[in-house]
T-cell receptor, first 113, second 114 residues
Framework: DGGITQSPKYLFRKEGQNVTLSCEQN?????MYWYRQDPGQGLRLIYY???????QKGDIAEGYSVSREKKESFPLTVTSAQKNPTAFYLC????????????FGPGTRLTVT | QQQVKQSPQSLIVQKGGISIINCAYE??????FPWYQQFPGKGPALLIA?????SEKKEGRFTISFNKSAKQFSLHIMDSQPGDSATYFC?????????????FGKGTKLTVNP
């Protein structure tokens, strides 16, 4: 099956700890994205990557970091510098385009206490 | 200029009725307008999309109407069903150098009563 997988589905961490969210795709898409979703806020772009070994900050990159060492993988690290990390995190990838239609993974719900 | 304003925030419709969700944008450089459907605890799924050179696109019970001069677009769900109950997001994008940056509306929670 082709698609985007995110793991784990639920993640719990203590305040002050870094945590890494996994995103893998087997769609052979070049571009990948990370979004954060909060209730009533829509989706906000954290980071995106157009090709391996390259990535760009989105609108809310502070407190997050990413890497893109392989085409199929785009992990997101939520650092202790992120002031309000509890949220639903969504990974997406886009098909060759235009239009560059984005397809989303199932998401990871991170709770930091 | 990068915002997409979506309304209403929530919508309740009876089974068989028409659901209408509206979005407005400012940036005339946006070149692609998708709608996403999201069920609780799941990732959004692309529902239907339109380019600005088209005024209407229909796929089954779902229709996008696009008004370029007014910088508005809307989603119409005909014969709404309880299974359509979900949160719907409009978005607008700029295609740049091999990728796109999507700007999302804040979502509309649709409830279709049986």
């Amino acid at each position: 099956d082709g698609g985007i997988t995110q793991s784990p589905k639920y993640l719990f961490r203590k305040e002050g700890q870094n945590v890494t969210l996994s995103c893998e795709q087997n769609l052979n898409h070049d571009a990948m994205y990370w979004y954060r979703q909060d209730p009533g806020q829509g989706l906000r772009l954290i980071y995106y990557s157009q090709i391996v070994n390259d990535f760009q900050k989105g609108d809310i990159a502070e407190g997050y970091s990413v890497s893109r060492e392989k085409k199929e993988s785009f992990p997101l690290t939520v650092t202790s510098a992120q002031k309000n990390p509890t949220a639903f995190y969504l990974c997406a990838s886009s098909a060759p385009g235009p239009p560059y239609e984005q397809y989303f993974g199932p998401g990871t719900r991170l709770t930091v206490t | 200029q990068q915002q997409v304003k979506q309304s209403p925030q929530s919508l309740i419709v009876q089974k068989g009725g028409i659901s209408i969700i509206n979005c407005a944008y400012e940036n005339t450089a946006f070149d692609y307008f998708p709608w996403y459907q999201q069920f609780p605890g799941k990732g959004p799924a692309l529902l239907i999309a339109i380019r600005p050179d088209v005024s209407e696109k229909k796929e089954g019970r779902f229709t996008i109407s696009f008004n370029k001069s007014a910088k508005q677009f809307s989603l119409h769900i005909m014969d709404s069903q309880p299974g359509d109950s979900a949160t719907y997001f409009c978005a607008a994008s700029l295609s740049q150098g091999g990728s796109e940056k999507l700007v999302f509306g804040k979502g509309t929670k649709l409830t279709v009563n049986p």
